[in-house]
RNA sequence: CGGGAUGUAGCGCAGUUGGUAGCGCACUACGUUCGGGACGUAGGGGUCGUCCGUUCGAGUCGGAUCAUCCCGACCA
Protein backbone atom coordinates (compact mmCIF):
# COMPACT_ATOMS: atom_id res chain seq x y z
CA UNK A 1 0.00 0.00 0.00
CA UNK A 2 2.77 2.61 0.82
CA UNK A 3 4.85 1.39 -1.61
CA UNK A 4 1.92 2.17 -4.21
CA UNK A 5 1.28 5.45 -3.33
CA UNK A 6 4.43 6.06 -3.12
CA UNK A 7 5.24 4.64 -6.99
CA UNK A 8 1.94 6.80 -7.85
CA UNK A 9 3.31 9.92 -6.43
CA UNK A 10 6.22 9.85 -8.57
CA UNK A 11 4.02 9.96 -11.39
CA UNK A 12 1.21 11.15 -9.92
CA UNK A 13 0.00 14.15 -12.78
CA UNK A 14 -0.03 11.22 -15.52
CA UNK A 15 -2.10 8.70 -13.21
CA UNK A 16 -4.31 11.40 -12.46
CA UNK A 17 -4.76 12.97 -15.56
CA UNK A 18 -5.51 8.92 -17.29
CA UNK A 19 -7.85 8.32 -14.47
CA UNK A 20 -10.10 10.97 -15.72
CA UNK A 21 -9.54 10.47 -19.36
CA UNK A 22 -9.98 6.94 -18.39
CA UNK A 23 -13.72 7.09 -16.56
CA UNK A 24 -14.42 10.06 -18.97
CA UNK A 25 -15.43 12.15 -16.48
CA UNK A 26 -14.25 15.34 -18.62
CA UNK A 27 -11.89 16.35 -21.23
CA UNK A 28 -9.24 19.90 -22.81
CA UNK A 29 -11.82 21.64 -24.96
CA UNK A 30 -10.57 23.19 -27.99
CA UNK A 31 -10.43 26.37 -26.20
CA UNK A 32 -7.47 26.88 -24.60
CA UNK A 33 -7.39 25.68 -20.89
CA UNK A 34 -11.05 24.91 -20.91
CA UNK A 35 -12.63 21.82 -20.03
CA UNK A 36 -15.18 19.99 -21.42
CA UNK A 37 -17.17 18.05 -18.67
CA UNK A 38 -18.94 14.64 -19.37
CA UNK A 39 -22.56 13.72 -18.90
CA UNK A 40 -20.97 11.33 -15.82
CA UNK A 41 -18.40 14.23 -14.66
CA UNK A 42 -21.36 16.56 -14.60
CA UNK A 43 -23.68 13.83 -12.66
CA UNK A 44 -20.92 14.01 -9.86
CA UNK A 45 -20.75 17.90 -9.76
CA UNK A 46 -25.09 18.25 -9.57
CA UNK A 47 -25.01 16.12 -6.94
CA UNK A 48 -21.89 18.27 -5.13
CA UNK A 49 -24.66 21.28 -5.90
CA UNK A 50 -27.98 19.64 -4.86
CA UNK A 51 -26.51 18.73 -1.19
CA UNK A 52 -24.81 21.96 -0.51
CA UNK A 53 -27.41 24.09 -2.21
CA UNK A 54 -29.98 21.94 0.87
CA UNK A 55 -26.94 23.45 3.15
CA UNK A 56 -27.10 27.03 2.33
CA UNK A 57 -30.76 27.08 1.94
CA UNK A 58 -30.97 25.32 5.90
CA UNK A 59 -28.12 27.85 7.31
CA UNK A 60 -30.68 31.17 5.73
CA UNK A 61 -29.48 31.62 2.20
CA UNK A 62 -31.02 32.20 -1.03
CA UNK A 63 -30.03 31.80 -5.02
CA UNK A 64 -29.28 34.76 -6.70
CA UNK A 65 -28.28 35.53 -10.40
CA UNK A 66 -26.02 38.19 -11.43
CA UNK A 67 -24.26 39.39 -14.95
CA UNK A 68 -21.45 37.58 -16.40
CA UNK A 69 -20.08 40.81 -17.80
CA UNK A 70 -18.44 43.40 -15.53
CA UNK A 71 -17.60 47.14 -16.37
CA UNK A 72 -14.12 47.56 -16.24
CA UNK A 73 -14.67 51.03 -13.56
CA UNK A 74 -16.25 48.67 -11.49
CA UNK A 75 -14.08 46.55 -11.09
CA UNK A 76 -11.32 48.56 -10.63
CA UNK A 77 -13.29 50.10 -7.10
CA UNK A 78 -11.03 47.95 -4.74
CA UNK A 79 -7.87 48.60 -4.93
CA UNK A 80 -6.27 45.30 -3.64
CA UNK A 81 -9.09 43.33 -5.16
CA UNK A 82 -8.17 44.51 -8.83
CA UNK A 83 -4.32 43.97 -8.18
CA UNK A 84 -5.10 40.18 -7.22
CA UNK A 85 -7.12 39.50 -10.20
CA UNK A 86 -6.06 42.15 -13.18
CA UNK A 87 -3.42 39.84 -14.51
CA UNK A 88 -5.77 36.78 -15.50
CA UNK A 89 -8.37 38.62 -17.08
CA UNK A 90 -10.60 37.99 -20.32
CA UNK A 91 -11.34 41.23 -21.59
CA UNK A 92 -15.01 41.93 -24.02
CA UNK A 93 -13.36 44.93 -25.80
CA UNK A 94 -15.86 44.55 -29.29
CA UNK A 95 -19.14 43.53 -30.01
CA UNK A 96 -19.73 42.60 -33.89
CA UNK A 97 -17.84 40.48 -35.91
CA UNK A 98 -17.29 41.74 -39.83
CA UNK A 99 -16.59 39.38 -43.15
CA UNK A 100 -13.29 40.59 -43.73
CA UNK A 101 -13.11 43.06 -46.72
CA UNK A 102 -10.12 41.16 -48.74
CA UNK A 103 -11.81 37.77 -47.84
CA UNK A 104 -9.89 36.11 -45.24
CA UNK A 105 -13.05 34.81 -43.42
CA UNK A 106 -14.24 36.96 -40.50
CA UNK A 107 -12.85 39.31 -38.36
CA UNK A 108 -13.41 41.60 -35.55
CA UNK A 109 -15.69 44.85 -36.91
CA UNK A 110 -13.25 47.98 -35.84
CA UNK A 111 -16.27 50.38 -35.86
CA UNK A 112 -17.85 48.08 -33.09
CA UNK A 113 -15.30 49.07 -29.98
CA UNK A 114 -17.28 49.50 -26.77
CA UNK A 115 -16.57 52.53 -25.23
CA UNK A 116 -15.93 51.27 -21.88
CA UNK A 117 -15.20 47.39 -22.01
CA UNK A 118 -16.54 44.64 -20.07
CA UNK A 119 -14.41 42.33 -18.01
CA UNK A 120 -15.65 38.25 -17.86
CA UNK A 121 -16.10 38.00 -14.06
CA UNK A 122 -13.08 36.29 -12.55
CA UNK A 123 -15.08 36.44 -9.50
CA UNK A 124 -18.36 38.48 -9.14
CA UNK A 125 -17.41 40.77 -5.28
CA UNK A 126 -17.32 44.13 -7.38
CA UNK A 127 -21.17 43.53 -10.04
CA UNK A 128 -22.64 42.23 -6.77
CA UNK A 129 -21.59 44.73 -4.84
CA UNK A 130 -22.42 47.63 -6.92
CA UNK A 131 -26.17 46.04 -6.94
CA UNK A 132 -26.41 45.97 -3.06
CA UNK A 133 -26.21 49.27 -2.54
CA UNK A 134 -29.67 49.78 -4.24
CA UNK A 135 -30.67 46.65 -2.20
CA UNK A 136 -29.46 48.25 1.12
CA UNK A 137 -30.85 51.25 2.84
CA UNK A 138 -31.91 50.77 6.43
CA UNK A 139 -30.94 47.51 9.43
CA UNK A 140 -34.02 46.28 7.94
CA UNK A 141 -32.22 45.56 4.85
CA UNK A 142 -29.52 43.23 6.40
CA UNK A 143 -28.68 40.79 6.14
CA UNK A 144 -28.48 39.98 2.88
CA UNK A 145 -27.54 36.25 2.31
CA UNK A 146 -27.26 35.24 -1.05
CA UNK A 147 -25.54 32.69 -3.14
CA UNK A 148 -24.89 32.15 -6.67
CA UNK A 149 -24.56 29.20 -9.04
CA UNK A 150 -22.14 30.33 -11.59
CA UNK A 151 -19.14 30.43 -14.12
CA UNK A 152 -16.33 32.56 -13.88
CA UNK A 153 -12.99 32.68 -15.86
CA UNK A 154 -9.25 33.23 -14.76
CA UNK A 155 -6.97 33.47 -17.53
CA UNK A 156 -4.60 31.16 -15.89
CA UNK A 157 -0.92 31.12 -17.49
CA UNK A 158 -1.00 27.06 -17.03
CA UNK A 159 -3.97 25.25 -16.62
CA UNK A 160 -4.79 21.76 -15.41
CA UNK A 161 -8.16 19.61 -15.87
CA UNK A 162 -10.12 20.49 -13.01
CA UNK A 163 -7.76 21.78 -10.69
CA UNK A 164 -7.39 25.06 -12.43
CA UNK A 165 -8.97 25.70 -15.70
CA UNK A 166 -9.70 28.73 -17.27
CA UNK A 167 -13.22 28.98 -17.16
CA UNK A 168 -14.56 26.76 -14.12
CA UNK A 169 -18.08 26.34 -12.18
CA UNK A 170 -18.78 27.34 -9.23
CA UNK A 171 -20.70 28.78 -6.31
CA UNK A 172 -20.07 32.33 -4.74
CA UNK A 173 -21.76 33.04 -1.79
CA UNK A 174 -22.15 37.09 -0.85
CA UNK A 175 -23.31 38.38 2.30
CA UNK A 176 -24.16 41.54 3.61
CA UNK A 177 -24.35 42.43 7.62
CA UNK A 178 -24.64 45.27 9.84
CA UNK A 179 -21.84 44.41 12.39
CA UNK A 180 -18.79 42.91 12.06
CA UNK A 181 -19.04 40.45 14.19
CA UNK A 182 -21.99 39.07 12.45
CA UNK A 183 -20.24 38.62 9.41
CA UNK A 184 -17.15 36.57 11.43
CA UNK A 185 -19.81 34.21 12.39
CA UNK A 186 -20.90 33.75 8.84
CA UNK A 187 -17.39 33.39 7.62
CA UNK A 188 -17.24 30.82 10.34
CA UNK A 189 -20.33 29.33 9.41
CA UNK A 190 -19.93 28.69 6.28
CA UNK A 191 -16.33 27.31 6.01
CA UNK A 192 -17.84 25.05 9.08
CA UNK A 193 -20.69 23.95 5.77
CA UNK A 194 -17.48 23.32 3.67
CA UNK A 195 -16.23 21.22 6.33
CA UNK A 196 -19.16 19.13 7.18
CA UNK A 197 -19.70 18.47 3.57
CA UNK A 198 -15.82 17.51 2.81
CA UNK A 199 -16.15 15.19 5.69
CA UNK A 200 -19.38 13.88 5.13
CA UNK A 201 -19.85 13.60 1.40
CA UNK A 202 -16.96 13.97 0.16
CA UNK A 203 -15.50 11.60 2.45
CA UNK A 204 -12.26 14.16 2.61
CA UNK A 205 -10.78 15.20 6.05
CA UNK A 206 -10.11 18.29 5.46
CA UNK A 207 -8.60 21.11 8.08
CA UNK A 208 -10.08 24.26 8.83
CA UNK A 209 -7.81 27.58 9.28
CA UNK A 210 -7.01 30.45 8.84
CA UNK A 211 -5.04 31.84 5.67
CA UNK A 212 -1.88 33.51 6.55
CA UNK A 213 -1.54 37.40 5.04
CA UNK A 214 0.17 35.76 2.01
CA UNK A 215 -2.11 33.36 0.97
CA UNK A 216 -5.08 35.79 1.76
CA UNK A 217 -7.93 36.62 -0.80
CA UNK A 218 -7.90 39.55 -2.40
CA UNK A 219 -9.60 42.59 -0.88
CA UNK A 220 -10.31 40.23 2.51
CA UNK A 221 -9.50 40.77 5.73
CA UNK A 222 -9.29 37.07 6.32
CA UNK A 223 -9.43 34.11 4.66
CA UNK A 224 -10.65 31.20 6.38
CA UNK A 225 -10.06 27.38 4.46
CA UNK A 226 -10.74 23.78 4.47
CA UNK A 227 -6.93 22.27 3.34
CA UNK A 228 -6.93 18.68 1.92
CA UNK A 229 -4.14 15.80 1.79
CA UNK A 230 -4.09 14.06 -1.64
CA UNK A 231 -2.55 10.79 -2.40
CA UNK A 232 0.66 12.19 -3.25
CA UNK A 233 0.76 14.45 0.09
CA UNK A 234 0.01 17.52 -1.37
CA UNK A 235 -2.28 19.85 -0.25
CA UNK A 236 -5.34 21.39 -1.85
CA UNK A 237 -7.51 24.04 -1.09
CA UNK A 238 -10.90 22.58 -1.36
CA UNK A 239 -12.75 25.79 -0.18
CA UNK A 240 -12.65 29.26 0.90
CA UNK A 241 -14.81 31.68 3.23
CA UNK A 242 -13.60 35.58 3.69
CA UNK A 243 -14.23 37.82 5.88
CA UNK A 244 -14.21 41.23 3.66
CA UNK A 245 -14.68 43.83 6.75
CA UNK A 246 -15.49 47.08 5.55
CA UNK A 247 -13.59 47.05 2.39
CA UNK A 248 -16.26 46.82 -0.58
CA UNK A 249 -18.63 48.67 1.44
CA UNK A 250 -16.23 51.62 1.54
CA UNK A 251 -15.22 51.08 -2.41
CA UNK A 252 -18.92 50.67 -3.30
CA UNK A 253 -20.01 53.09 -0.95
CA UNK A 254 -22.89 50.50 0.41
CA UNK A 255 -24.48 52.40 3.74
CA UNK A 256 -27.45 51.66 5.92
CA UNK A 257 -29.49 53.72 8.43
CA UNK A 258 -28.62 52.23 11.87
CA UNK A 259 -31.62 51.76 14.34
CA UNK A 260 -29.83 54.84 16.46
CA UNK A 261 -30.36 56.76 12.73
CA UNK A 262 -26.67 56.83 11.66
CA UNK A 263 -24.93 55.90 8.46
CA UNK A 264 -22.68 52.79 8.82
CA UNK A 265 -21.08 51.01 6.28
CA UNK A 266 -22.35 47.53 6.08
CA UNK A 267 -19.99 43.98 6.59
CA UNK A 268 -18.92 41.50 3.97
CA UNK A 269 -18.38 37.68 3.76
CA UNK A 270 -17.78 35.56 0.58
CA UNK A 271 -17.57 32.16 0.38
CA UNK A 272 -17.16 29.69 -2.42
CA UNK A 273 -16.32 26.11 -3.88
CA UNK A 274 -15.64 25.19 -7.23
CA UNK A 275 -15.32 22.29 -9.90
CA UNK A 276 -12.03 22.13 -8.20
CA UNK A 277 -13.72 19.24 -5.70
CA UNK A 278 -14.07 16.83 -8.54
CA UNK A 279 -10.38 16.78 -8.28
CA UNK A 280 -9.98 16.47 -5.23
CA UNK A 281 -12.56 13.72 -5.05
CA UNK A 282 -10.57 11.80 -8.22
CA UNK A 283 -7.11 12.57 -6.17
CA UNK A 284 -8.16 11.33 -2.62
CA UNK A 285 -9.79 8.16 -3.11
CA UNK A 286 -9.10 7.14 -6.92
CA UNK A 287 -6.68 3.88 -6.92
CA UNK A 288 -5.49 1.99 -9.91
CA UNK A 289 -8.64 0.61 -11.13
CA UNK A 290 -10.49 4.00 -11.40
CA UNK A 291 -12.57 6.48 -9.69
CA UNK A 292 -13.83 5.46 -5.81
CA UNK A 293 -16.85 7.23 -5.60
CA UNK A 294 -18.46 7.75 -1.16
CA UNK A 295 -21.77 6.33 -2.07
CA UNK A 296 -23.49 10.05 -0.47
CA UNK A 297 -21.80 11.51 -3.56
CA UNK A 298 -21.83 8.76 -6.37
CA UNK A 299 -25.13 9.43 -9.08
CA UNK A 300 -24.71 5.24 -9.24
CA UNK A 301 -25.01 3.82 -5.53
CA UNK A 302 -25.35 -0.14 -6.87
CA UNK A 303 -25.20 -1.22 -10.27
CA UNK A 304 -26.01 -4.66 -11.37
CA UNK A 305 -24.49 -7.42 -13.94
CA UNK A 306 -26.13 -9.81 -15.31
CA UNK A 307 -24.01 -12.71 -16.63
CA UNK A 308 -25.69 -15.04 -18.87
CA UNK A 309 -25.25 -17.27 -21.96
CA UNK A 310 -28.68 -16.81 -23.98
CA UNK A 311 -31.44 -14.63 -24.03
CA UNK A 312 -33.71 -16.31 -21.83
CA UNK A 313 -31.82 -16.61 -19.27
CA UNK A 314 -30.55 -12.73 -19.62
CA UNK A 315 -34.62 -12.38 -19.27
CA UNK A 316 -35.44 -14.34 -15.96
CA UNK A 317 -32.09 -12.65 -14.40
CA UNK A 318 -33.44 -9.10 -15.53
CA UNK A 319 -36.61 -9.78 -14.15
CA UNK A 320 -34.93 -10.39 -10.76
CA UNK A 321 -32.95 -7.59 -11.14
CA UNK A 322 -35.72 -5.22 -11.70
CA UNK A 323 -37.39 -6.70 -8.67
CA UNK A 324 -34.24 -6.24 -6.53
CA UNK A 325 -33.87 -2.37 -7.58
CA UNK A 326 -37.47 -1.90 -6.95
CA UNK A 327 -36.56 -2.98 -3.04
CA UNK A 328 -33.06 -0.86 -3.53
CA UNK A 329 -34.74 2.37 -4.51
CA UNK A 330 -37.53 2.20 -2.01
CA UNK A 331 -34.85 2.25 0.75
CA UNK A 332 -33.23 6.08 -1.36
CA UNK A 333 -30.56 4.01 -3.13
CA UNK A 334 -29.91 5.30 -7.14
CA UNK A 335 -29.71 1.59 -8.96
CA UNK A 336 -28.28 0.91 -12.42
CA UNK A 337 -28.99 -2.38 -14.05
CA UNK A 338 -26.58 -2.50 -17.38
CA UNK A 339 -28.35 -4.73 -19.50
CA UNK A 340 -26.08 -4.08 -22.63
CA UNK A 341 -26.18 -8.29 -24.35
CA UNK A 342 -23.18 -6.59 -26.66
CA UNK A 343 -20.58 -6.41 -23.81
CA UNK A 344 -19.42 -9.25 -22.06
CA UNK A 345 -19.38 -9.21 -17.99
CA UNK A 346 -15.34 -8.98 -17.23
CA UNK A 347 -15.38 -5.44 -19.49
CA UNK A 348 -18.11 -4.16 -17.72
CA UNK A 349 -16.97 -5.07 -14.35
CA UNK A 350 -14.13 -3.05 -15.13
CA UNK A 351 -15.62 -0.11 -16.24
CA UNK A 352 -18.03 0.35 -13.18
CA UNK A 353 -14.81 0.09 -11.48
CA UNK A 354 -13.47 2.90 -13.42
CA UNK A 355 -16.37 5.13 -12.42
CA UNK A 356 -16.18 4.40 -8.91
CA UNK A 357 -19.15 2.75 -8.49
CA UNK A 358 -19.42 1.36 -4.64
CA UNK A 359 -21.23 -1.39 -4.94
CA UNK A 360 -21.95 -3.57 -7.54
CA UNK A 361 -24.29 -6.83 -7.77
CA UNK A 362 -23.86 -10.06 -10.55
CA UNK A 363 -25.74 -11.94 -11.08
CA UNK A 364 -25.71 -15.33 -13.28
CA UNK A 365 -28.04 -18.56 -14.14
CA UNK A 366 -25.99 -20.65 -10.85
CA UNK A 367 -27.12 -17.48 -8.51
CA UNK A 368 -30.67 -17.17 -9.84
CA UNK A 369 -30.87 -21.56 -9.12
CA UNK A 370 -29.45 -20.42 -5.55
CA UNK A 371 -31.31 -17.83 -5.19
CA UNK A 372 -28.19 -15.73 -4.62
CA UNK A 373 -26.17 -12.42 -5.80
CA UNK A 374 -22.77 -11.60 -5.80
CA UNK A 375 -21.73 -8.24 -3.72
CA UNK A 376 -18.53 -6.39 -4.91
CA UNK A 377 -17.63 -3.39 -3.08
CA UNK A 378 -15.75 -0.90 -4.48
CA UNK A 379 -13.23 0.56 -2.11
CA UNK A 380 -11.91 -2.99 -0.86
CA UNK A 381 -12.96 -4.93 -3.80
CA UNK A 382 -13.89 -7.38 -1.94
CA UNK A 383 -16.63 -10.21 -3.26
CA UNK A 384 -19.15 -12.04 -1.70
CA UNK A 385 -22.07 -14.10 -2.31
CA UNK A 386 -25.40 -13.06 -0.10
CA UNK A 387 -28.76 -14.45 0.26
CA UNK A 388 -30.90 -12.53 -2.58
CA UNK A 389 -33.62 -12.05 0.48
CA UNK A 390 -34.09 -8.98 2.46
CA UNK A 391 -30.49 -8.16 0.64
CA UNK A 392 -31.48 -4.60 0.34
CA UNK A 393 -31.28 -4.47 3.97
CA UNK A 394 -27.35 -5.77 3.96
CA UNK A 395 -27.15 -3.04 0.91
CA UNK A 396 -28.04 -0.25 2.98
CA UNK A 397 -25.56 -0.90 5.97
CA UNK A 398 -22.91 -1.76 3.50
CA UNK A 399 -23.14 1.21 1.03
CA UNK A 400 -22.56 3.20 5.06
CA UNK A 401 -19.85 1.09 5.34
CA UNK A 402 -18.02 2.06 2.46
CA UNK A 403 -18.36 5.62 3.46
CA UNK A 404 -17.17 5.73 6.53
CA UNK A 405 -14.39 3.24 4.77
CA UNK A 406 -13.32 5.68 2.32
CA UNK A 407 -13.16 8.43 4.75
CA UNK A 408 -11.26 6.19 7.41
CA UNK A 409 -8.86 5.68 4.40
CA UNK A 410 -8.36 8.86 3.91
CA UNK A 411 -7.74 9.83 6.98
CA UNK A 412 -5.25 7.45 8.24
CA UNK A 413 -3.25 8.32 5.38
CA UNK A 414 -3.08 11.79 6.06
CA UNK A 415 -2.53 11.21 9.55
CA UNK A 416 0.22 9.25 9.09
CA UNK A 417 1.68 11.96 6.95
CA UNK A 418 1.33 14.99 9.35
CA UNK A 419 4.34 15.49 11.93
CA UNK A 420 5.69 18.02 14.05
CA UNK A 421 8.90 19.94 12.92
CA UNK A 422 10.61 21.71 14.51
CA UNK A 423 14.50 21.80 12.78
CA UNK A 424 15.24 23.73 9.41
CA UNK A 425 17.04 21.00 8.23
CA UNK A 426 14.64 18.11 9.05
CA UNK A 427 11.89 20.69 7.90
CA UNK A 428 14.00 20.84 3.94
CA UNK A 429 14.36 17.09 4.21
CA UNK A 430 10.60 16.23 4.71
CA UNK A 431 8.28 18.80 2.77
CA UNK A 432 9.45 17.19 -0.42
CA UNK A 433 8.16 13.97 0.83
CA UNK A 434 4.70 14.77 0.63
CA UNK A 435 3.92 15.54 4.51
CA UNK A 436 2.25 18.19 6.59
CA UNK A 437 4.53 20.15 9.11
CA UNK A 438 3.37 21.61 11.91
CA UNK A 439 6.12 24.31 13.14
CA UNK A 440 6.74 27.34 14.76
CA UNK A 441 5.65 30.66 12.76
CA UNK A 442 6.60 33.93 13.71
CA UNK A 443 3.80 35.47 12.25
CA UNK A 444 5.61 37.78 9.06
CA UNK A 445 5.32 37.41 5.28
CA UNK A 446 8.92 37.64 4.86
CA UNK A 447 9.30 34.88 6.70
CA UNK A 448 6.86 32.51 4.79
CA UNK A 449 7.80 34.18 1.59
CA UNK A 450 11.52 33.00 2.62
CA UNK A 451 10.36 29.33 3.20
CA UNK A 452 8.69 29.76 0.03
CA UNK A 453 11.33 30.40 -2.21
CA UNK A 454 13.67 27.68 -0.03
CA UNK A 455 11.45 24.92 -0.23
CA UNK A 456 8.40 26.04 -2.44
CA UNK A 457 6.19 25.23 1.01
CA UNK A 458 4.08 27.36 2.13
CA UNK A 459 1.53 27.26 4.61
CA UNK A 460 -1.68 25.63 4.36
CA UNK A 461 -3.81 26.94 7.28
CA UNK A 462 -3.73 28.20 10.71
CA UNK A 463 -5.60 25.44 11.98
CA UNK A 464 -8.64 25.98 13.94
CA UNK A 465 -10.07 22.46 14.61
CA UNK A 466 -7.75 19.49 14.08
CA UNK A 467 -3.59 19.93 14.75
CA UNK A 468 -4.41 22.71 17.13
CA UNK A 469 -1.34 23.36 19.07
CA UNK A 470 -1.22 26.30 20.89
CA UNK A 471 2.08 26.45 22.80
CA UNK A 472 4.98 28.57 22.86
CA UNK A 473 8.15 27.74 20.57
CA UNK A 474 10.61 29.03 18.16
CA UNK A 475 9.64 30.00 14.37
CA UNK A 476 11.24 26.91 12.38
CA UNK A 477 12.85 29.18 9.86
CA UNK A 478 13.39 32.71 12.07
CA UNK A 479 14.09 31.20 15.41
CA UNK A 480 12.03 34.46 16.28
CA UNK A 481 9.19 33.31 19.20
CA UNK A 482 6.09 32.00 18.41
CA UNK A 483 2.54 31.07 20.21
CA UNK A 484 1.54 28.12 18.28
CA UNK A 485 1.90 26.10 14.89
CA UNK A 486 0.58 26.11 11.90
CA UNK A 487 1.11 23.69 8.63
CA UNK A 488 3.27 23.62 6.07
CA UNK A 489 2.59 21.83 2.86
CA UNK A 490 3.33 22.04 -0.96
CA UNK A 491 0.53 22.81 -3.06
CA UNK A 492 -1.46 22.00 -6.21
C1' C B 1 6.72 35.64 -19.95
C1' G B 2 11.59 32.44 -19.09
C1' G B 3 13.62 26.77 -19.45
C1' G B 4 12.54 21.82 -21.77
C1' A B 5 9.76 18.55 -24.94
C1' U B 6 6.12 17.10 -28.53
C1' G B 7 2.80 17.73 -33.02
C1' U B 8 1.74 11.30 -38.15
C1' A B 9 -6.01 7.72 -38.38
C1' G B 10 -10.94 8.90 -32.91
C1' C B 11 -6.92 7.52 -28.90
C1' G B 12 -1.72 5.76 -27.97
C1' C B 13 2.56 5.38 -31.00
C1' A B 14 6.49 3.54 -34.94
C1' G B 15 8.50 5.42 -39.35
C1' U B 16 16.24 3.60 -40.83
C1' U B 17 21.05 6.90 -45.24
C1' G B 18 15.09 11.54 -48.30
C1' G B 19 11.84 7.11 -52.69
C1' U B 20 5.08 8.26 -52.30
C1' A B 21 2.68 5.96 -44.72
C1' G B 22 2.35 1.71 -40.88
C1' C B 23 1.32 -0.85 -35.74
C1' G B 24 -1.87 -1.42 -31.27
C1' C B 25 -6.57 -0.02 -29.34
C1' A B 26 -11.24 1.78 -30.97
C1' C B 27 -14.83 1.47 -35.27
C1' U B 28 -18.04 -1.68 -39.25
C1' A B 29 -19.84 -6.75 -40.93
C1' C B 30 -20.22 -12.04 -40.12
C1' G B 31 -19.21 -16.27 -37.05
C1' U B 32 -17.71 -18.54 -32.46
C1' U B 33 -17.89 -16.74 -27.39
C1' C B 34 -20.00 -14.71 -22.54
C1' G B 35 -18.90 -16.00 -13.80
C1' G B 36 -12.91 -10.41 -14.32
C1' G B 37 -11.32 -5.91 -19.87
C1' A B 38 -12.86 -12.64 -25.66
C1' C B 39 -11.22 -14.64 -30.45
C1' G B 40 -11.17 -15.45 -35.80
C1' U B 41 -11.99 -13.62 -40.73
C1' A B 42 -12.99 -9.51 -43.82
C1' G B 43 -13.37 -4.14 -44.06
C1' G B 44 -13.44 1.44 -43.47
C1' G B 45 -10.64 5.47 -41.84
C1' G B 46 -4.59 10.17 -43.38
C1' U B 47 -3.64 17.19 -47.26
C1' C B 48 2.02 13.53 -41.75
C1' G B 49 0.07 21.04 -37.12
C1' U B 50 0.62 25.26 -40.80
C1' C B 51 3.54 28.13 -44.27
C1' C B 52 8.08 28.88 -46.97
C1' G B 53 12.59 26.76 -48.77
C1' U B 54 16.39 22.76 -50.51
C1' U B 55 15.59 18.50 -53.96
C1' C B 56 13.83 14.84 -59.80
C1' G B 57 11.37 13.52 -55.16
C1' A B 58 10.21 15.74 -48.10
C1' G B 59 6.63 12.53 -42.60
C1' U B 60 12.14 12.55 -42.88
C1' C B 61 16.69 18.11 -44.28
C1' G B 62 16.63 23.90 -43.27
C1' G B 63 13.78 28.30 -41.74
C1' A B 64 9.48 30.58 -39.87
C1' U B 65 4.90 30.19 -37.47
C1' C B 66 0.92 28.08 -34.57
C1' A B 67 -0.66 24.72 -30.89
C1' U B 68 -0.23 21.41 -26.83
C1' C B 69 2.28 19.28 -22.57
C1' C B 70 5.99 19.46 -18.53
C1' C B 71 9.21 22.68 -15.10
C1' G B 72 9.24 27.98 -13.00
C1' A B 73 6.33 32.97 -11.78
C1' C B 74 0.37 33.28 -10.96
C1' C B 75 -3.92 30.74 -8.91
C1' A B 76 -10.19 28.14 -6.47
Given at each position: MADQITKRSENYSQWYSDLVMKADLAEQSAVRGCMVIKPYGYAIWEKMQRTLDDMFKATGHTNAYFPLFIPKSFFSKEAEHVAGFAKECAVVTHHRLMNDPEGKGVVVD?????EEELIV???SETIIWSTYKNW????????ILCNQWANVVRWEMRTRL?????EFLWQEGHTAHATSQEAIEETQRMVQVYADFARNFLALPVIVGHKSPNER????LDTMTIEAMMQDGKALQAGTSHFLGQNFAKSFDVMYTSKEGKQEYVWATSWGVSTRLMGALIMAHGDDNGLVLPPALAPIQVVMVPIFKTAEEHEAILDKMYELKKALEAKGHSVKI???????PGFKFAEWELKGVPVRLAMGPRDLAAGTVEVHRRDTLEKKTMELAGLENSIEGLLDDIQANIYKKAFDFRESRVEKCDSWEEFKEKIGTGKFLLCHWDGTPETEQAIKDAT?????CIPE????CEEEGKDIFSGKPSSRRVVFGIAY
Open positions: PAAKLRPTITSWRDLPFLRTAFAGADDRDTLRKATIRDSFV
